[in-house]
């Protein structure tokens, strides 16, 4: 059984930036994909980032390509992903989430495990 702990979430001005940490107990890390999602006010929960065992793959939604970046440290059991150029439309509780399938997981389904949550505020 995996625990995931979602810290760093915060408010945060329009252009500015922001790092998620998640921390993981309980299983053996390194076998698991891990991912990050989100959740607006009235909206479903969507996929943001994931990222495979050993770092070789990762996937971005379209809407955040080229601002965040993921990334994870199997020696200490945590994923990351870095927000920058953060826009309001960005504001939204962020989950990570870990999957014991292979490859790249992009359908909230496929994640078995999941974090509490941590709000990101993004102001205008």
Known sequence: ???LVES???????G?????SCAASGGTFSNYVMGWFRQAPGKEREFVATISQRSYTTYYADSVKGRFTISRDNAKN??????NSLKPEDTAVYYCAASGLS????????Y????????VTVSS
């Open 112 to 119: 078995g495990y999941w974090g509490q949550g941590t709000q």
């Open 16 to 20: 500015g930036s922001l790092r998620l």
């Open 103 to 110: 490859g790249g997981r992009l359908r909230l389904h496929e």
């Open 1 to 3: 059984q995996v625990q």
């Open 8 to 14: 760093g979430g915060g408010l945060v001005q329009t």
């Open 78 to 83: 945590t994923v990351y992903v870095q927000m």
